[in-house]
């Protein structure tokens, strides 16, 4: 063990690239027979745990990325202290609906019979979830698409959420901030989300709407991840997804003892992949980007 050994040098806990199997073969060489179990509690004894990998490596440093938490903090304080509303927006993982093994598992007197595959072409459709969470009120809106995650999709979904509930929750708000992840359907690139926040949500409903897009790979950081995608993953942990009723009735029923309080529904529309916003429809748009990393940070005003 002595060339095979790794250790903490501050905790002073250690581990060995050898498995159980493999140390237990050795000493049966020696003359000694013990199991591997049995080589699991010698080694623990001697200060050796099991170890997995750690994410914590970043692939290339972003030397903005701590100035951005910053702005973003400094948004969320300046909205909340004059009463307007902070919503935090992201798609959750599609999910294929059918008689699919889901991860996770339930107390049940016997396990639900599930296919022994999961071949996508055995699926009644996928689910695809996006949600608006207000921070304030502790609440979010969930729509549950069935075709793609476009930026369309994106928009027509907080439009929806500002329409029932955003404009009576804050009949006096004329400006709302929007936290989002740097890439996806909502994306700081993307031109069809921009476009669709000028015509579909700033100009018929005569707000300023700021974004705020996290600094590539910190999704973890943006609220809704933590505070209702989990939730709801641990809702519907180890029940399939037989149905799109069975999806929206997991999500719509998700709550914690913070209160939290989800409204789901069922969005059918079709939505098209490959619309390109051109450079004139860009220039038309009443848009100004923030002088701390104007490409994280704008603000669409309406016509």
């Not at 994306?187 to 069809?192: D, F, L, P």
């Amino acid at each position: 063990m002595a060339h095979d050994t790794a250790g903490d040098p501050v905790s002073g806990v250690k581990w060995t690239r050898r498995t159980t199997e493999k140390v237990a073969d050795e000493l049966a060489s020696g003359g000694i027979d013990v199991s591997p179990n049995t080589v699991g509690k010698l080694l623990k004894g001697l200060g050796y745990r099991l170890r997995s990998n750690a994410k914590k490596l970043n692939r290339k440093k972003d030397p903005g990325r701590d100035a951005q938490f910053a702005y973003i903090a400094s948004a969320r304080e300046t909205f909340t202290q004059a009463g307007l509303p902070v919503v935090s927006i992201d798609a959750k993982h599609r999910e294929l609906v059918g008689d699919f093994k889901h991860p996770g598992a339930t107390w049940d007197s016997e396990p639900a019979a599930v296919l022994d595959h999961d071949f996508p072409s055995d699926a009644a459709g996928v689910a695809l979830p996006y949600g608006v969470y207000d921070l304030a009120a502790n609440e979010a809106c969930v729509s549950v698409g069935t075709t793609h995650d476009t930026a369309d999709f994106a928009v027509d979904n907080l439009a929806r959420w500002w329409d029932c509930h955003g404009r009576h929750r804050y009949p006096e708000a004329t400006e709302l901030l929007v936290l989002a992840d740097c890439g996806g359907s909502n994306g700081a690139r993307s031109r069809a989300w921009k476009h669709g926040l000028q015509h579909r949500l700033a100009d018929p409903y005569g707000l300023s709407v700021t974004v705020c897009h996290y600094p590539s790979g910190a999704s973890k950081y943006n609220p809704i991840e933590h505070r209702v995608f989990s939730e709801i993953t641990k809702n519907w942990a180890g029940r399939p997804l037989r149905d799109y009723e069975t999806v929206v009735n997991y999500i719509s029923t998700t709550a914690t003892k913070a209160g939290l309080r989800v409204d789901a529904h069922l969005v059918e529309a079709d939505y098209l992949t490959g619309i390109k916003i051109s450079d004139k429809e860009m220039k038309d748009l009443s848009i100004r980007h923030h002088e701390i990393q104007p490409n994280r940070n704008y603000t669409i005003s309406p016509k």
